[in-house]
């Protein structure tokens, strides 16, 4: 068993495809992993035990056939409790959904399965999406693997926390301000926000439409490839979806020459505020791109100072708008004990949104409001052209950019639970490219002396993944990070 979950997601289609392990062994590994880690870390909202074996039986009955099967045939995943599974729970870790079933398949997940992957569990995580810590579930506190007393991160720290603990090899998460990198940083995983609109949002339960994107976890950057390229393309039921071709993001992977590219350091995303051994884990990770031929360059972008404000104005007006639909009357949690519509609601949404979710609706019906709405809202547009317009004058300039994931390494749970603006600004370096649209992906890049991983994110153009990817891929084979440590992926499975 403990030698199939250390598997990647291709070792382990590969023995599937030769038929020395059967999908249904996998499941039984995986679940097994599940059932002894779990209990510590408390990644995972549910378990979807009848899909996952349905999956496997037809798979493990395609494959006796020799019917032709894909690279991530076999392959387990772990889905955030955000996207919508049929006829399985879709919780949002929410009290106001708990009892919600879906009751169609989200299209990043359909596409997966279609494909041949497996659906293992669907996960923790900030309620609605709301947070940076996985601390404000209605149901649980999701704990780091790499030390059960800090955070996994958030919003989809389930998500990355299960990839770390070896419950499944890749998983979904989504990301509107860094909700899969900042996870992907705190956990030593690898996480990725494609371009906004390359992966279908058709199944996503919104917090803010205009910013949130379905985005893979993995232990390494191949795999995370692998499941990219499958849950990708362009979907007529989003009306934001992208109609470009999908690139083969796994041919290109090993084209990543970066010799003579231009990569841009950012420098208001290094200065202050950055824990040192972050700083001196990127400057190391600057060494190595040098060494691979790359040229670092600093560059400026001067609006990006006002990501932060800019976000949580655009992030929090969206959520109050779609949050709204959350009334008792067509679908989860309805209070009892009132006989009027308007009292009903307010009930309903009293006890059903967390001190998080209610916070953020306030915030954005405030900016949304009439005298408010010029003053906060259009400006904070305004100000998202300038970020973006930035991103595209420096890209004319540079390759690609790097900044820290993180400015810093997993916090301590409880540590800033009654502190948002500071939980928020966890979230600094990762919000601007999520403003602007643009895909960017964090890799591990080192270990503070506390033993906590820290990330690198990488940035790209729009639509330029298979850059991005393959930038990251020599970047992970040149770092090498774990077998330079002799580690594990984590504490929890080691200790």
């Known amino acids: 068993m403990k030698d199939l979950v250390n598997k990647s997601a291709k070792e382990l289609n590969k023995l599937f495809l030769s038929k020395e392990i059967s999908a249904k062994e996998i499941v039984n590994a995986f679940y097994k992993q599940i059932e002894i880690v779990e209990p510590k870390i408390q990644a995972l909202n549910s378990l979807t035990k009848d899909l996952a074996y349905k999956q496997a039986e037809e798979l493990d009955q395609k494959v006796s056939r020799s019917d032709k099967l894909g690279p991530i045939a076999g392959v387990p995943i772990i889905v955030k409790d955000v996207l919508c599974v049929k006829n399985y729970h879709a919780t949002c870790s929410s009290k106001i959904l708990e009892n919600f079933i879906a ?131 362009y979907d007529p039921k989003d009306s934001t979806s992208l109609n470009v071709d999908v690139p083969d993001y ?23 505020g950055i824990e040192s051994e972050v700083r001196k884990s990127v400057e190391n990770s600057i060494k190595i791109l040098k060494d691979l031929g790359a040229e670092i360059v600093e560059i400026s972008l001067p609006n990006v100072k006002y990501s932060v404000p800019v976000y949580y104005i655009l992030a929090t007006a969206e959520a109050s708008s779609n949050l709204a639909r959350y009334d008792g009357v067509k679908y989860g949690h309805r209070a009892q004990g009132t ?66 994931t993180c400015p810093t390494t997993a916090f301590e749970l409880g540590s800033k639970v009654e502190d948002p603006l500071s939980m928020y600004l966890s979230d600094i370096a990762t919000i601007p490219a999520s403003l602007a649209g643009l895909p960017a992906i964090s890799v591990p890049c080192g270990f503070d002396s506390k033993n906590l991983p820290i990330g690198l994110q990488i940035i790209a153009p729009a639509l330029s993944e298979e850059l991005l990817l393959s930038a990251a891929y020599e970047f992970e084979k040149t770092c090498n990070l774990f077998n330079k440590t002799n580690m594990k992926v984590s504490a929890v499975v080691v200790g």
């Open 103 to 233: 009751p169609y398949e989200s299209t990043a997940t359909s596409n997966l399965w279609s494909a041949g992957a497996i659906c293992l569990a669907k996960s923790n995580m900030d309620e609605f999406a709301m947070g940076s810590s996985t601390e404000n579930s209605a149901f649980k506190k999701t704990k780091n693997p790499w030390n059960l007393n800090t955070v996994p991160g958030g919003s989809s720290g389930g998500s990355a926390a299960s990839v770390a603990a070896m419950e499944a090899p890749v998983s979904l998460g989504t990301d509107t301000g860094g909700s899969v990198r900042q996870p992907a940083s705190f956990c030593g995983v690898v996480g990725l926000k494609p371009t906004y609109g390359r992966v279908s949002r058709f199944g996503l339960i919104a917090f803010a439409s205009s910013l949130d994107q379905v985005g893979p976890f993995a232990r390494d950057v191949y795999d995370t490839a692998l499941i990219l390229q499958h849950m990708s393309g």
């Open 339 to 404: 006989k009027e519509v308007l009292p009903m609601y307010t009930k309903t949404r009293q006890e059903g949104f967390g001190a998080e979710v209610k916070r953020r609706i306030m915030l954005g019906t405030y900016a949304l409001s009439s005298g408010y709405y010029e003053a906060y809202y259009k400006k904070a547009q305004q100000v998202r052209k300038l970020v973006t317009q930035d991103f595209l004058n420096s890209f004319e300039k540079v390759d690609l950019m790097i900044t820290p």
């Open 250 to 272: 796994i041919s290109k992977l090993n084209i990543g020459n970066l010799k003579g590219k231009k990569i841009g350091l950012i420098k208001e995303l290094i200065g202050d």
